[in-house]
C-alpha cells in the first residue's frame, strides 16, 4: 500500500477544512451545493490537502448551526489519492474547523492489490 494511503488511514488523525478559503459559510456551501469539500491533514510534511466528492448518504449534518458557527459535522466521501481509491472520514467542529479523520482504503482497490 502506498505511504501516505498508509498513514492517514490511522483512525483519530488531526484533519481541519481545506482548501483556499476554509471558513464555515464555504464549508457549508460546499456540503450543500458542490458535494465537494476540501479535508486537509496537517500533519503530514507540508500538510495533505485532500479533494473529497461527498457521499450525501453517509454525511450528517444533524449537529450542525452553520448559521451561528457551532456543533460538528460528520463527512465522508471518496477519493484517488497516489492512485487509490479511498474513503475520507471526518468529523469537523464548526467553532475551531478543525477535528479527526482518517482513510479507508476501498475495497475493489484492496482486491486489485491481492
Not at 471558513?23 to 496537517?42: A, H, M, N, Q
Request: glycine share 14%; net charge negative; hydrophobic share 40%.
Amino acid at each position: 500500500m502506498d505511504a501516505l494511503v498508509e498513514r492517514l488511514s490511522a483512525e483519530g488523525r488531526k484533519a481541519v477544512v481545506g482548501g483556499p478559503s476554509p471558513s464555515v459559510d464555504e464549508l457549508r456551501r460546499r456540503i450543500t451545493e458542490l458535494g465537494y469539500v476540501f479535508i486537509k491533514f496537517p500533519e503530514t510534511s507540508g500538510g495533505t490537502d485532500l479533494g473529497v466528492r461527498l457521499d450525501e448518504a453517509a454525511t450528517d449534518l444533524g449537529g450542525a448551526d452553520f448559521a451561528n458557527g457551532t456543533g460538528s459535522v460528520h463527512i465522508e466521501g471518496t477519493l484517488t489519492l497516489n492512485m487509490v481509491r479511498v474513503r475520507c472520514v471526518a468529523d469537523i467542529d464548526l467553532s475551531s474547523l478543525s477535528g479527526t479523520g482518517h482513510l479507508v482504503v476501498c475495497e475493489e482497490a484492496m482486491a486489485a492489490a491481492g
